[in-house]
């Protein structure tokens, strides 16, 4: 069993950064696939990254350039730096684990995920 905890998120000025937190259990970390996912208002859950157990990142187009993904094996954690803020990345945003180590951004594909952490950000 895995468990993984967001952490945060809140309320910043558009322009700003932020910098999400996943802390996971479970002893193999350092082998899990991390993604990262976000969910809009009143629409489907979408996908926003991953970073594999080699460290190697792979980010969905809407967000390249502004959203880096990062893991620290040591504390069984990963990272969402989002910097440049937009009204529009206003989300619950949600990291998942693949314990397989998959190279995927398809939900089905991780088995355990996180509560969310509210992402808002002010005009």
């Known amino acids: 069993q895995v468990q993984l905890v967001e952490s945060g998120g809140g309320l910043v000025q558009a322009g700003g950064s932020l910098r999400l937190s996943c802390a996971a259990s479970?002893?193999?970390?350092?082998?899990?696939?991390m993604g990262w996912f976000r969910r809009f208002p009143g629409k489907e859950r979408e996908f926003v990254g991953f970073?594999?157990?080699?460290?190697?990142?792979y980010y969905a187009d809407s967000v390249k350039g502004r959203f880096t993904i990062s893991r620290d094996n040591a504390k069984n954690t990963v990272y969402l730096q989002i910097n440049s803020l937009k009204p529009e990345d206003t989300a619950v945003y949600y990291c998942?684990?693949?314990?397989?180590?998959?190279?995927?951004?398809?939900?089905?594909?991780?088995?355990?995920w996180g509560q969310g952490t509210q992402v808002t950000v002010s005009s």
């Open positions: 479970g002893r193999t970390f350092s082998r899990y696939t």
């Open positions: 970073i594999t157990w080699g460290g190697s990142t």
């Open positions: 998942a684990a693949d314990l397989a180590g998959r190279i995927s951004a398809r939900e089905y594909d991780y088995g355990y």
